[in-house]
């Protein structure tokens, strides 16, 4: 699969000069099955799947302290080690889903968590999971400027959240000359755009890097028909809520992107994600249970829409509940 690597596009991260690949591998499908989903993949499994996307190309892998109970940071962590340099990929990882959530004694214990589980001196990127409502904003960018300064971390991210909330927390650092958030990642694709009245327009004020998750919508984007019958669509409860509720409305941009794949001879995938880059985002995150799955990503770059294409696939949108920010923490 080498000769694809010539395909794979890369682009720095917010005001850094940390590069990654056009891609993001999304981490969450690694990890013990059954401690958070019954459909991740085994050790082997998973470095099979990383060795592939380091072979197209892709540098950038986006995991979390909370994903299949820390396994899923264990097993890239050691995929990583085993298959390519340290410096020459960029690893993610986020904090929240945890006790104490983004007060200082948390932070400063999980992100030794983080680094232990991926057996790794540093990570490139670190991320706020979400907004937490009982700590201040002061104290956690404080507490995330520290660990820039201890160099366990060389640039911060976050995660979905209300615009105002993300603004207040940039202004705070800024005032404070605290490192910023460089990278905003949050819920976006054809079927999910409400971040586009606030959040997202923030974000390109602010020169932050949008790495959306859920950008194919949990596989809606990828085939004809809503359901499929892969262990993920049967068990994906998360997906379903997500999504489930708006599929009549929906179905007419899935069409839509069906149509257009006909019609340029590629896969509806393809046209999703052309979108996505078509819209100022710097990496989508794909996660994927086989490696497949990121060659038809990587052909996505070929991908030409016109403004046409983009206000046909755009035109059925209605808006949607929001899926993504919170309004509270949840119960750990």
């Not at 969450?28 to 190309?57: I, R, Y």
């Not at 890097?209 to 990828?222: K, R, W």
């Not at 991908?303 to 309004?327: M, R, S």
Request: proline letters at 3%; a negative charge.
């Amino acid at each position: 699969m080498a000769g694809l690597e010539s395909s794979m596009e890369y682009a720095k991260l917010g005001n850094t000069d940390i590069e990654v690949s056009k891609l993001c591998v999304g981490c969450m499908s690694f990890g013990k099955a059954g401690t958070m989903h019954d459909w991740t993949l085994d050790e082997q499994e998973t470095e099979n799947v990383v060795k592939h996307t380091l072979d197209l190309g892709i540098n950038f892998f986006d995991t979390a302290n909370g994903y299949s109970q820390g396994t899923s940071e264990e097993y890239l962590g050691k995929a990583i080690k085993n298959n390519v340099a340290r410096e020459k990929v960029v690893l993610a990882s986020k904090v929240y889903f945890n006790p104490g959530r983004l007060s200082r004694e948390a932070i400063h214990r999980e992100i030794d968590g983080t680094l232990k589980r991926l057996d790794t001196d540093y990570l490139d990127l670190y991320i706020i999971h979400r907004f937490d409502y009982d700590t201040s904003i002061e104290e956690t960018m404080e507490a995330l400027n520290d660990l820039v300064k201890a160099g366990k971390v060389r640039a911060i991210g976050a995660s979905a959240m209300y615009g105002y909330q993300f603004h207040n927390m940039q202004i705070v650092a800024r005032d404070h000359g605290w490192a910023q958030f460089q990278t905003m990642q949050n819920h976006y694709n054809l079927l999910y755009r409400e971040d586009e009245h606030e959040l997202i327009p923030i974000c390109k004020q602010m020169n932050v890097s949008l790495t959306p998750y859920s950008p194919l919508a949990a596989g809606h984007l990828t085939r004809p028909e809503w359901n499929t019958d892969t262990l993920r669509s049967k068990t994906d409860r998360a997906a379903r809520g997500k999504y489930d509720q708006s599929e009549e409305q929906d179905m007419q941009i899935v069409k839509r992107v069906f149509e257009l794949a006909q019609k340029y001879g590629v896969k509806m995938q393809q046209i999703a994600l052309a979108w996505e880059w078509s819209k100022g985002v710097t990496a989508p995150i794909i996660g994927a249970t086989k490696a497949s799955h990121f060659d038809d990503a990587v052909g996505a770059f070929h991908v030409k829409l016109t403004q046409e294409d983009i206000a046909y696939l755009e035109e059925p949108y209605v808006p949607h509940k929001i899926i993504g920010a919170i309004n509270q923490n949840p119960n750990l």
